[in-house]
T-cell receptor, first 116, second 114 residues
């Protein structure tokens, strides 16, 4: 159990367009989801914490108008990269908290975004 | 402030040799501790975790880790490395600062020589 799925796995878009990445918890309800960004050969950087039905909490330095996060249901959070530019190219990973106090977060497979 | 340090950015070992990857943390309470592995272009796979109890924890793929409170460490070990173990390894602490979340170390890239 505790499967988290991301879609798409990879996406290529033109500069100036917007891209949406979905994160779904397939077999549990996620009270909280997290979005990370990973640059090549670097660690995961937490971008924001997403709670169902409320506004996301962004980490310092993350542009909330650039990276729109919506957590519309207990099984789905979306990250929209608006007006994408080449510097937004990165590997984006989500994780989900089952909310049972287990302490373990469950990760999606990641989505690679390339902006031309 | 809470933090996780992985002192070794790169480690190279020969296949069949033993391995130890270091992880030190800074956290006010007893932390939840994790080790993840990431192959190139892939997501994270959980190797093992420590919440409480026995300080030596066994994980998948023959890995183990030992929690040492006095040293604030959670080092990952494997007695005999296989070529397929070449990957990036991340240590993480589960911390509550408002919302419960992970704090990741910077990662250690393991290279295995045939």
């Amino acid at each position: 159990g505790a499967v988290v799925s991301q879609h798409p796995s990879w996406v290529i878009c033109k500069s100036g367009t917007s891209v949406k990445i979905e994160c779904r918890s397939l077999d549990f309800q996620a009270t909280t989801m997290f979005w990370y960004r990973q640059f090549p050969k670097q660690s995961l950087m937490l971008m924001a914490t997403s709670n169902e039905g409320s506004k996301a909490t962004y980490e310092q330095g993350v542009e909330k108008d650039k990276f729109l996060i919506n957590h519309a249901s207990l099984t789905l959070s979306t990250l929209t990269v608006t007006s994408a530019h080449p510097e937004d190219s990165s590997f984006y990973i989500c994780s989900a908290d089952r909310g049972q106090g287990t302490g373990e977060l469950f990760f999606g497979e990641g989505s690679r975004l390339t902006v031309l | 402030a809470q933090s996780v340090t992985q002192p070794d950015i790169h480690i190279t070992v020969s296949e069949g040799a033993s391995l130890e990857l270091r992880c030190n943390y800074s956290y006010g309470a007893t932390p939840y501790l994790f080790w993840y592995v990431q192959s190139p272009g892939q997501g994270l796979q959980l190797l093992l975790k420590y919440f409480s109890g026995d300080t030596l924890v066994q994980g998948i793929k023959g890995f183990e880790a030992e929690f040492k409170r006095s040293q604030s460490s959670f080092n990952l070990r494997k007695p005999s490395v296989h070529w397929s173990d070449a990957a990036e390894y991340f240590c993480a602490v589960g911390a509550t600062s408002g919302t419960y979340k992970y704090i990741f170390g910077t990662g250690t890239r393991l290279k295995v020589l045939a």
